[in-house]
């Protein structure tokens, strides 16, 4: 068997595991306050589904293929690269049994086969979090989920996120407004520009076949920046290009801007550099990104109107994505989880019994079935030789608590190895602290 890992597969140790699961305990918490329902969906989807709206993620979908198949049959099926899309296909294929507007979270690993880096994987778990109304959904949805994602980040121990947003229909208004045509294309342009700068950027719209001067146009937009709906459209309308979808985005986004005013202004702002890549974005898009930090986006999101529907039924949409393994990557990698308390246990245990001696074992096991009767999380060790070992091995494991069981005339006693102090108790009554 090889030992060797997979570019792109991480797995974690077990002290980094149970910080994993430590962050989706509370964002399955911060979810479920706001009443949405966790949902679990299949792996797979028809990979034309998968190609009409992945955007320039095509070349990155892992096809499903059985190897006795022939060589000449196309693959049908692929893995999600995200989760939006197989949602969508749920909400439409159960739209009779669901009530609308509809709010599920869902934790669940996507595949994208992209050049792997830091934050960067081909298997990653996301949270997502999404409202899907039928036939119509007010924009104020839109204010729900980016208040909720600034809530979920600002209760996670990450660094300080800050939210930008910006609508699809304000930049297709301007991009209109310039005489552009492919929207989409120009679109995709200005999405990297955090990853190339704006020369290159520049020079891809020209290569594009849009003019110096209007490739100068589309960067000036994406400067515009604000936390004040009304501010924000004064920048826009400064610019002097008129649409009509340029007003309507600009309604739809000082908006959400407002429905955020009691949110920090240094967590939210409208940025109208942000475009998000993915085709089925159709207003409102959010990214996230750690204040202070050079990593790219930790969670983004967005309005997608014509996604769900089914027939002729209209289910648009709203959510967003938390990039669970992005985050635990770049946090790892920086150190930036060791001030957690209990961070390096690598046990889920709180007591570790000691044994006395193989004669004795259970005696030992005992005493912890009635610590595990009330909600103590207790092991055995795993030898009777010597206290010293078995107090090393609990140590080791970041297990806090050993427990001698009575022996003799000695009763029990619980010993807090981080401090030293071992003192008389009851596996009737005692907790640990």
Same mark, same amino acid.
């Given at each position: 068997?090889?030992?060797?890992?997979?570019?792109?597969?991480?797995?974690?140790?077990?002290?980094?595991?149970?910080?994993?699961?430590?962050?989706?305990?509370?964002?399955?918490? +911060?979810?479920?306050?706001?009443?949405?329902?966790?949902?679990?969906?299949?792996?797979?989807?028809?990979?034309?589904?998968?190609?009409?709206?992945?955007?320039?993620?095509?070349?990155?979908?892992?096809?499903?293929?059985?190897?006795?198949?022939?060589?000449? #049959?196309?693959a049908?099926?692929?893995?999600?690269?995200?989760?939006?899309?197989?949602?969508?296909?749920?909400?439409?294929?159960?739209r009779?049994? *669901?009530?609308?507007?509809?709010?599920?979270?869902?934790?669940?690993?996507?595949?994208?086969?992209?050049?792997?880096?830091?934050?960067?994987?081909? +298997?990653?778990?996301?949270?997502?979090?999404?409202?899907?109304?039928?036939? #119509?959904?007010?924009?104020?949805?839109?204010?729900?989920?980016?208040?909720?994602l600034?809530?979920?980040?600002?209760?996670?121990?990450?660094?300080?996120?800050?939210?930008?947003?910006?609508?699809?229909?304000?930049?297709?208004?301007?991009?209109?407004?310039?005489?552009?045509?492919?929207?989409?294309?120009?679109?995709?342009?200005?999405?990297?520009?955090?990853?190339?700068?704006?020369?290159?950027?520049?020079?891809?719209?020209?290569?594009?076949?849009? @003019?110096?001067?209007?490739?100068?146009?589309?960067?000036?937009?994406?400067?515009?920046?604000?936390?004040?709906? /009304?501010?924000? +459209?004064?920048?826009?309308?400064?610019?002097?290009?008129?649409?009509?979808?340029?007003?309507?985005? *600009? $309604?739809?986004?000082?908006?959400?801007?407002?429905?955020?005013?009691?949110?920090?202004?240094?967590?939210?702002?409208?940025?109208?550099?942000?475009?998000?890549?993915?085709?089925?974005?159709? /207003?409102?898009?959010?990214?996230?990104?750690?204040?202070?930090?050079?990593? @790219?986006?930790?969670?983004s999101?967005?309005?997608?109107?014509?996604?769900?529907?089914?027939? #002729?039924?209209?289910?648009?949409?709203?959510g967003?994505?938390?990039?669970?393994?992005?985050?635990?990557?770049?946090?790892?990698?920086?150190?930036?989880?060791?001030?957690?308390?209990?961070?390096?246990?690598a046990?889920?245990?709180d007591?570790?019994?000691?044994?006395?001696?193989?004669?004795?074992?259970?005696?030992?096991?005992?005493?912890?079935?009635?610590?595990?009767?009330?909600?103590?999380?207790?092991?055995?060790?795993?030898t009777? #030789? $010597?206290?010293?070992?078995?107090?090393?091995?609990?140590?080791?494991?970041?297990?806090?608590?050993?427990?001698?069981?009575?022996?003799?005339?000695?009763?029990?006693?619980?010993?807090d190895?981080?401090?030293?102090?071992?003192?008389?108790?009851?596996?009737?009554?005692?907790?640990?602290?």
């Open positions: 068997m090889s030992k060797k890992a997979l570019s792109g597969f991480p797995e974690w140790l077990p002290a980094d595991e149970l910080v994993q699961q430590d962050l989706l305990t509370i964002l399955r918490r +911060e979810f479920s306050l706001h009443g949405y329902v966790p949902l679990h969906t299949r792996a797979v989807e028809p990979l034309s589904a998968l190609l009409s709206k992945g955007g320039d993620t095509d070349k990155e979908i892992y096809v499903l293929k059985r190897l006795s198949d022939a060589p000449e #049959k196309a049908e099926l692929g893995l999600h690269f995200d989760l939006t899309v197989p949602f969508a296909r749920y909400v439409a294929a159960n009779g049994q *669901l009530t609308f507007p509809f709010r599920r979270y869902q934790i669940q690993p996507a595949w994208r086969g992209e050049r792997p880096q830091l934050g960067r994987y081909r +298997e990653f778990l996301q949270a997502d979090i999404d409202i899907i109304g039928s036939e #119509k959904l007010d924009v104020r949805y839109d204010g729900e989920i980016v208040r909720l600034a809530h979920t980040m600002g209760a996670l121990p990450v660094p300080r996120t800050k939210l930008m947003i910006n609508n699809r229909k304000v930049l297709e208004g301007l991009y209109r407004g310039l005489g552009i045509e492919d929207i989409t294309g120009t679109l995709r342009i200005v999405d990297k520009l955090d990853k190339i700068g704006p020369e290159k950027v520049a020079t891809l719209l020209v290569e594009a076949g849009r @003019s110096a001067e209007v490739a100068d146009r589309c960067l000036a937009i994406a400067e515009i920046s604000s936390t004040v709906g /009304g501010e924000l +459209e004064s920048q826009v309308r400064a610019l002097g290009i008129e649409h009509e979808l340029l007003d309507v985005g *600009l $309604g739809e986004l000082s908006s959400v801007l407002d429905q955020c005013a009691d949110v920090s202004s240094a967590d939210v702002v409208a940025d109208l550099r942000i475009a998000r890549g993915l085709d089925y974005y159709t /207003g409102t898009v959010v990214e996230g990104v750690f204040v202070g930090h050079d990593l @790219s986006t930790v969670c999101g967005g309005r997608y109107d014509n996604l769900a529907g089914g027939g #002729k039924a209209r289910l648009p949409g709203v967003a994505s938390i990039g669970v393994t992005r985050i635990m990557g770049y946090c790892l990698n920086l150190g930036l989880f060791d001030a957690l308390p209990g961070y390096g246990r046990s889920t245990a007591v570790m019994v000691a044994v006395h001696g193989e004669d004795s074992r259970t005696d030992s096991e005992a005493v912890a079935r009635q610590l595990r009767a009330r909600g103590v999380s207790t092991v055995v060790c795993h009777s #030789k $010597g206290y010293g070992k078995q107090i090393g091995w609990a140590d080791k494991a970041g297990i806090p608590y050993v427990w001698m069981p009575a022996r003799g005339d000695n009763g029990h006693t619980v010993k190895i981080r401090s030293g102090e071992q003192v008389p108790a009851s596996p009737e009554d005692w907790s640990p602290v």
